[in-house]
């Protein structure tokens, strides 16, 4: 492979990975995993295509030096080979995470993730200073095309191969769900992770005053205390919170359908979807069409749940990410905007 074919792969590759590595942030459910196989594939192509980068990378340096564009490249050397050596090390071992000063606790799913946000920068000013005038046959060629075929394969065969060499051995790697999470404190009551979005922090809330508030396109608007929600019918879904930071925990969550609340407000015809706000300000929008699904959730696996995981009452979104499972609930607002108008990722 040329330089150049060589150095057009890796940056076609490292955008597709940026890509799809946001975007399986969204996918809580198993008809989305392709979007996490590309990802193993196309992070493994990248560490076959080292054999050939690393003497591109030599002869750079023979050639210019030390100068601010090579020191450049190589804190960006460390940084992608630790973006893709954290991917590969947590899907093999699940690679020790970081207690980080103000950042706190990270899996070394969260290693590897805060590694690629910081890789952006780099790869940017790199990518931009050695940008080549593109030809046609670099992208639109019979030998692209088989380039690009084969570096796929070879990224395939090596995650098939790892898959198995992990399962053999019954390294740590295996206990994984699709979205690469590790099971933590399954049916144990409260003994799973308290995590926050960055964003965001614990809360502790006295349950004799709080209140939930529903409002917006609603003919009824209430106002809702613990007992009120307490006489309502309960439900119990076994369910999986999934949460981006690289764990998950399945419980038998138990809550009072968003549905049988929503029967009393009596939404209005044109109400779309289901803005629900923690004591934080913390929210997340639904479709209205999910409301027999979102739970109001006061217990876990029988234990009610602790302050930490967003007593008095959290919201159970079973199929979605744990980002969506908002803690410390007071506030639903239902509303007529589409459900998809929010940052996909919370941004408050
Ligand atoms: N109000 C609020 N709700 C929140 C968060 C938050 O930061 N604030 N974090 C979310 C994230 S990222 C996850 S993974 C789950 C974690 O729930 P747990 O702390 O009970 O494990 O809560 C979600 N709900
Ligand atoms: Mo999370």
Redesign the pocket.
């Known amino acids: 492979m040329t330089s150049r074919a060589t150095n057009l792969a890796i940056f076609a590759i490292v955008v597709v990975e940026f890509a799809s590595g946001v975007l399986s942030l969204l996918v809580g459910q198993p008809d989305g995993a392709w979007l996490f196989w590309i990802h193993r594939i196309g992070g493994l192509a990248l560490a076959v295509l080292i054999l050939w980068k690393w003497r591109i990378v030599l002869r750079a340096y023979q050639r210019h030096g030390l100068t601010p564009l090579t020191a450049l490249a190589a804190l960006l050397t460390i940084v992608f080979v630790g973006t893709l050596a954290s991917g590969i090390l947590w899907a093999t071992v699940g690679f020790p995470g970081l207690r980080l000063p103000g950042i706190g606790g990270l899996t070394g799913l969260g290693v590897h993730i805060l590694l690629a946000l910081l890789l952006i920068p780099f790869f940017v000013i790199h990518a931009a200073h050695r940008w080549p005038r593109l030809l046609r046959p670099d992208f639109a060629s019979r030998r692209a095309a088989l380039r690009y075929a084969g570096l796929s394969v070879a990224g395939l065969a090596l995650w098939q191969g790892h898959e198995r060499i992990t399962r053999a051995a019954e390294l740590p790697g295996i206990n994984r769900r699709f979205t690469g999470s590790r099971e933590e404190g399954s049916f144990s009551g409260n003994g799973?992770?308290?995590?926050?979005?960055f964003?965001?922090a614990r809360q502790r809330i006295d349950p004799a005053t709080w209140q939930l508030r529903i409002h917006g396109l609603v003919d009824h608007e209430l106002e809702l205390a613990l007992p009120d929600l307490a006489a309502m019918p309960a439900t119990t879904t076994r369910a999986i919170?999934d949460?981006?930071?690289g764990w998950f925990?399945e419980q038998d969550w138990r809550g009072v359908p968003l549905a049988t609340v929503l029967a009393q407000a009596h939404p209005a015809n044109d109400a779309r979807s289901i803005l629900v706000t923690?004591a934080?300000g913390?929210r997340r929008r639904f479709p209205l069409s999910e409301a027999g699904k979102l739970l109001l959730g006061t217990h876990s696996s029988g234990v009610a749940l602790s302050a930490?995981?967003?007593a008095p009452v959290?919201l159970i979104a079973p199929g979605y990410r744990?980002?969506?499972?908002?803690?410390?609930v007071v506030e639903i607002e239902i509303s007529a905007a589409p459900a998809w108008l929010q940052s996909p990722l919370p941004l408050q």
Do not use: A, M, Q
């Not at 799973?192 to 979005?197: E, L, R």
């Not at 744990?322 to 410390?328: A, L, N, P």
């Open positions: 799973y992770p308290t995590t926050n979005w964003t965001d919170l949460c981006t930071g925990t923690s934080t913390y930490g995981h967003g959290r744990g980002f969506e499972w908002v803690k410390w």
